[in-house]
């Protein structure tokens, strides 16, 4: 493939940036990495399944893009340390985009959901990205120019049926990107976050969305 053809626009180039994107192998994070890469990144991934995860690597390096990825639970303390311990050998020692992508749901009425539902969904959806931030921070400091994107959702900031657990962690979600927007900014890392509304992902299959229609009725309901 031609050097030029490789980038979508050289005017709009991410060429010598590096970026990892949590959770690349399917839906949201499987555009982003493409996205990235399309632009001239150097991106790495990781997802939990190594057989998609192969299959991905190897379809990216037919299009001519530059994307690593390792095996991780990102729910996983130990794993996201290890994660972050190879990005930074991969890229030596700099991270220009960190994409908090990881994400997961249980939808249940929030007297059904049990200890162990709990604990995973928060585990997934925030302590992930939280601890994933709090330990790229250095590589990101290190790049010069960091950036931080949080791929949260409509879920945090209204009641759509997602479920109360999931709306909670990505209002929290919400919230600390305001928080490291803040704070990070002297380090030269600048924080946002996206907020989708349903995107037919195979997320959005395993949740499915029968209620909706039901619950944005009773949510756009007058008070009584
Ligand atoms: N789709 C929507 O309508 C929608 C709307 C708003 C926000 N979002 C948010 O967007 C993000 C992506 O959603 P999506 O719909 O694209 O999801 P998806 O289709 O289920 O894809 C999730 C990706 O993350 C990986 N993954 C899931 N759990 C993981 C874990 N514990 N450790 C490592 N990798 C993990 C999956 O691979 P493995 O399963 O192999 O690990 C897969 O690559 C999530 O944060 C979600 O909350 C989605």
């Known amino acids: 493939m031609a050097e030029s053809s490789r980038f979508k626009d050289s005017r709009w180039s991410l060429h010598g940036m590096t970026a990892l994107v949590t959770g690349g192998t399917r839906g949201i994070g499987n555009a982003t990495v493409e996205e990235l890469a399309g632009f ?3 991106v790495h991934t990781c997802s939990r399944n190594e057989e998609e995860l192969n299959k ?8 001519g893009f530059v994307v690593t990825g390792s095996v991780c639970d990102a729910s996983s303390r130990v794993q996201r340390e290890k994660l972050i311990e190879e990005v930074g050998s991969v890229f030596h020692g700099k991270l220009n985009i960190l994409v908090n992508n990881v994400g997961t749901n249980i939808r249940k009425p929030t ?9 995973n969904l928060l585990a997934t959806n925030f302590e992930s990205a939280y601890h994933l931030s709090q330990i790229a921070h250095p590589l990101l400091k290190a790049s010069g120019a960091g950036s931080v994107v949080f791929i949260s959702s409509v879920a945090g900031l209204l009641h759509i049926g997602s479920g109360s657990i999931y709306g909670a962690s990505k209002g929290a979600i919400n919230q600390l990107t305001k928080n490291l927007a803040c704070e990070w900014a002297k380090d030269n890392i600048r924080t946002n976050c996206v907020a989708p509304w349903y995107i037919r992902t195979s997320l959005v299959e395993h949740v499915r969305f029968s209620n909706l229609p039901t619950v944005l009725f009773t949510y756009l309901q007058p008070l009584r």
């Open 40 to 42: 001239g990144a150097r």
């Open 56 to 63: 991905c690597l190897k379809e990216w390096e037919d299009k």
């Open 111 to 119: 007297t059904g959901y049990s200890a162990e539902e709990f604990s």
